[in-house]
C-alpha cells in the first residue's frame, strides 16, 4: 500500500508542477510578452504576384546570350512595375526553327500571357506557333525590328526601355 502512496504523491506533485507551467505560458502569451515591446514585424520581402506572366525563350545561352540579356532586364523592370511573373526557357540541343516550337508549345502550356523570343530559331519558330494560341501575345525582340507582326504577334526593338514598354502593353498595364 505504501508504494501505491508514494507513486500517486509523485503523480499528483508532476501534475501540479505542468498546470503551474501552463499558467505561466499563457499568462505571458497573454500579457503580450516574448521581448517584443511594441516592436512590429518588418514588411514581407515576398512579391505578390498578379495570375499573369510574361516567359522569354532564348537560344542556348539564355540570359547570357548579350542579345537577351537586356529584354531579361526589361521583363524584371515590367514584373516590378505590373507584378506579373517572368520566366525564361533557354533552347538546348539543335537551334533551330523546328527545335523552337516546342518550345514555344511548352511557353503557351505553362499560361504565358505573354511570350518573348529572342534568336534566329526562337524568332523564327513564332510564325508557325503563334497562330495556334490567339489568347497569347507573341513579342519577337530583333535588332532591327519589323516584318514579323500578326494578329498576336508585334516585334519589338531589342532594348531594355523598349521591351519593358512592350510587356507592360501586352499585360494591358
Not at 523564327?124 to 530583333?142: D, T
Given at each position: 500500500?505504501?508504494?501505491?502512496?508514494a507513486g500517486h504523491r509523485w503523480w499528483v506533485l508532476g501534475a501540479g508542477a505542468l498546470v503551474?507551467?501552463?499558467?505561466?505560458?499563457?499568462?505571458?502569451?497573454?500579457?503580450?510578452?516574448?521581448?517584443?515591446?511594441?516592436?512590429?514585424?518588418?514588411?514581407?520581402?515576398?512579391?505578390?504576384?498578379?495570375?499573369?506572366?510574361?516567359?522569354?525563350?532564348?537560344?542556348?545561352?539564355?540570359?547570357?546570350?548579350?542579345?537577351?540579356?537586356?529584354?531579361?532586364?526589361?521583363?524584371?523592370?515590367?514584373?516590378?512595375r505590373t507584378r506579373a511573373k517572368v520566366t525564361y526557357l533557354a533552347m538546348a540541343g539543335e537551334?533551330?526553327?523546328?527545335?523552337?516550337?516546342?518550345?514555344?508549345?511548352?511557353?503557351?502550356?505553362?499560361?504565358?500571357?505573354?511570350?518573348?523570343?529572342?534568336?534566329?530559331?526562337?524568332?523564327?519558330?513564332?510564325?508557325?506557333?503563334?497562330?495556334?494560341?490567339?489568347?497569347?501575345?507573341?513579342?519577337?525582340?530583333?535588332?532591327?525590328?519589323?516584318?514579323?507582326?500578326?494578329?498576336?504577334?508585334?516585334?519589338?526593338?531589342?532594348?531594355?526601355?523598349?521591351?519593358?514598354?512592350?510587356?507592360?502593353?501586352?499585360?494591358?498595364?
Amino acid at each position: 500500500m505504501k508504494v501505491w502512496v508514494a507513486g500517486h504523491r509523485w503523480w499528483v506533485l508532476g501534475a501540479g508542477a505542468l498546470v503551474v507551467a501552463a499558467a505561466v505560458v499563457v499568462g505571458v502569451v497573454l500579457a503580450g510578452g516574448g521581448g517584443s515591446h511594441g516592436r512590429t514585424l518588418p514588411p514581407a520581402r515576398a512579391r505578390v504576384y498578379t495570375d499573369q506572366q510574361a516567359c522569354l525563350l532564348t537560344g542556348e545561352k539564355g540570359t547570357a546570350d548579350p542579345a537577351a540579356a537586356p529584354v531579361w532586364a526589361g521583363m524584371q523592370d515590367a514584373s516590378q512595375r505590373t507584378r506579373a511573373k517572368v520566366t525564361y526557357l533557354a533552347m538546348a540541343g539543335e537551334q533551330s526553327v523546328g527545335a523552337a516550337g516546342p518550345y514555344l508549345a511548352t511557353l503557351a502550356g505553362r499560361k504565358c500571357t505573354v511570350v518573348l523570343t529572342v534568336g534566329t530559331a526562337p524568332d523564327g519558330a513564332v510564325a508557325g506557333v503563334a497562330p495556334e494560341y490567339p489568347g497569347i501575345r507573341f513579342l519577337v525582340v530583333a535588332a532591327a525590328g519589323g516584318g514579323h507582326d500578326g494578329a498576336n504577334v508585334t516585334t519589338v526593338a531589342g532594348t531594355r526601355t523598349a521591351v519593358g514598354a512592350a510587356v507592360e502593353a501586352a499585360l494591358g498595364r
